[in-house]
């Protein structure tokens, strides 16, 4: 299977910390993104890393990128209740259109 | 997700009945796909449209399941003989500009066989 791997599957932490999971995958890629899923907004895009840039922010969010080690982290700091959610990773991979999404991480932020 | 509407946002229907989920997007985007999401999974890949190029249908699960796209807007996707393991979440997303590879969601179509 093509399919990205997130780590962990579920994560629970306290509001105020951070939060860090993990992407692997399997082929060559043109560019890595994260989405969020919650039932409030559906899913929705957070942040696109390009093949070659190794760190992105956007606020509270960091992504990195390893290529060599075809692996991804999004970091969310100071974390909120509001950002419970499940997080995918997705990506482009010998393809120009097709993104293969990963089994996403389940994050619960307690108040 | 703004600017993709999807209809009906619930659907419970008997196994072995036809049915037909809609996507509406907003005008101007570059090309829509549909996915497939069960419980507590990722989204599979159902097929693509872009423009007037053949759609990509690859990852359309069997030959019960079918899509078109009138123009460059609404989308239907029509799951014919519905089965118990067709039960999922159909999401429809879209690409605005040819330069952009984020995709922006509906918010779905909860489909339950029984």
């Known amino acids: 299977s093509q399919q990205g791997e997130e780590d962990p599957q579920a994560l629970s932490i306290q509001e105020g910390e951070n939060a860090t999971m993990n992407c692997s995958y399997k082929t060559s890629i043109n560019n890595l993104q994260w989405y969020r899923q919650n039932s409030g907004r559906g899913l929705v895009h957070l942040i696109l890393i390009r093949s070659n840039e190794r760190e992105k922010h956007s606020g509270r969010l960091r992504v990195t990128l390893d290529t060599s080690k075809k692996s991804s982290s999004l970091l969310i700091t100071a974390s909120r209740a509001a950002d419970t959610a499940s997080y995918f990773c997705?990506?482009?991979?010998?393809?120009?259109?097709?993104?293969?999404f990963g089994k996403g991480t389940l994050l619960t932020v307690n108040p | 997700g703004a600017g993709v509407s999807q209809s009906p946002s619930n659907k419970v229907t008997e196994k072995g009945k036809d049915v037909e989920l809609r996507c509406d997007p907003i005008?101007?985007?570059?090309?829509l796909y549909w996915y497939r999401q069960r419980l507590g999974q990722g989204l599979e890949f159902l097929i693509y449209f872009q423009g007037n190029s053949a759609p990509d249908k690859s990852g359309l699960p069997s030959d019960r399941f079918s899509a078109e796209r009138t123009g460059e807007s609404v989308s239907t996707l029509t799951i014919q003989r519905t089965q118990q393991e067709d039960s999922a979440v159909y999401l429809c997303a879209i690409v605005e500009g040819r330069a952009s590879y984020e995709q922006y969601f509906g918010p779905g179509t909860r489909l339950t066989v029984t």
């Open positions: 005008s101007g985007h570059t090309a």
């Open positions: 997705a990506y482009l991979g010998g393809s120009n259109y097709k993104l293969t």
